[in-house]
């Protein structure tokens, strides 16, 4: 049994550094092993039937990857999948589904297909709000998609209804005008 325990171990750890090299890649822009990285990083997490966030984080960064490099036809299975074992595992008010969320709705601005988009960020704006609260800078970021999609979309008036129903301290305002990351 000791046997069984150190070999489950073993592959949360390499699991782990796949993850852990695969995402160094995609940052260095070295699309083709961070690629193969992941594919077998969600390979392994799949097996692991007791920890189903595990795959679907592995399922998002695949995802991101694909996104990044525009291959959205490919990303898109992976977010819906992501983001239905965290739906599952979590529950519908919980801030991980919301990052699932926004992260579908951020490929569905690069495809400009701006009506789904809105409604996930939206979604995980709201979820954010109740969860985490107005001052989470995950909030933020939520508040800060929803704005580049109004003005890539031109819908201003949106945007400032969102904002005058949205009060924000300064240092919040600040966290809210960074580059987005989830």
Same mark, same amino acid.
């Given at each position: 049994k000791q046997h069984? /325990?150190?070999y489950k171990v073993r592959k949360m750890c390499v699991m782990m550094s796949l993850s852990n !090299? +695969? $995402?160094? @890649?995609?940052?260095?822009?070295?699309?083709?092993q961070a690629e193969l990285l992941c594919l077998e990083s969600v390979r392994i997490r799949e097996q692991m039937e007791k920890r189903p966030l595990d795959h679907a984080s592995s399922l998002n960064t695949l995802a991101?990857?694909?996104?990044n490099v525009k291959m959205y036809e490919k990303a898109e299975p992976l977010y819906l999948k992501a983001m239905d074992?965290?739906? /599952?595992?979590?529950?519908?008010?919980?801030?991980?589904?919301?990052?699932?969320?926004?992260? !579908? +709705? $951020?490929? @569905?601005?690069?495809v400009k297909q701006y009506e789904k988009a809105e409604r996930l960020f939206r979604e995980s704006r709201q979820?954010?709000?109740?969860?985490?609260g107005k001052t989470h800078a995950s909030?933020?970021?939520s508040l800060q998609n929803l704005a580049n999609l109004y003005a890539i979309t031109e819908q201003y008036r949106?945007?400032?209804?969102?904002?005058?129903?949205?009060?924000?301290?300064?240092?919040?305002?600040?966290v809210s005008r960074m580059p987005s990351s989830a």
């Open positions: 069984i /325990t150190w !090299l +695969a $995402n160094l @890649y995609i940052a260095m822009r070295k699309n083709d991101n990857l694909y996104s074992i965290r739906k /599952t595992a979590l529950g519908e008010n919980h801030p991980e589904f919301a990052s699932s969320l926004n992260n !579908l +709705a $951020n490929m @569905y601005t690069d979820i954010r709000e109740n969860t985490l909030y933020a970021n949106d945007w400032e209804t969102d904002r005058k129903s949205t009060r924000l301290n300064s240092s919040h305002e600040f």
